[in-house]
Nanobody, 124 residues
């Protein structure tokens, strides 16, 4: 059982930055792909970014490419999402998720473990 705890959400003005953190309860090195998703009210859960613990190759959704950066610290079992140039349309609950294996995927149904989510609100 992997437990994920997100932190770092909050209220920020458009153009600002936030860094989200996702702490895993156990060592997930080389066993899990870690992903970030977001869900705005009335919308489907959307893929944001993913990273393999072993390979380190990050993948991004088209709407955040060039503005967000996913990274991980294996020693701390923590994944980060650095969000720059934030826009009001980035407002959502952001979720950390873990998918067993080494292949990333944009579909939330392929991720087995989920955090509770952290709210990000971007004001115009």
């Amino acid at each position: 059982q992997v437990q994920l705890v997100e932190s770092g959400g909050g209220l920020v003005q458009a153009g600002g930055s936030l860094r989200l953190s996702c702490a895993a309860s156990e060592r997930t090195t080389s066993s899990y792909v870690m992903g970030w998703f977001r869900q705005a009210p009335g919308k489907e859960r959307e893929f944001v970014a993913a990273i393999s613990w072993s390979g380190g190759n990050p993948y991004y959704g088209d709407t955040v490419k060039g503005r967000f950066t996913i990274s991980r610290d294996n020693a701390k079992n923590t994944v980060y999402l650095q969000m720059n140039s934030l826009k009001p349309e980035d407002t959502a609950v952001y979720y950390c998720a873990a998918k067993y294996g080494s292949s990333w995927d944009y579909r939330p149904t392929t991720y087995y473990y989920w955090g509770q989510g952290t709210q990000v609100t971007v004001s115009s």
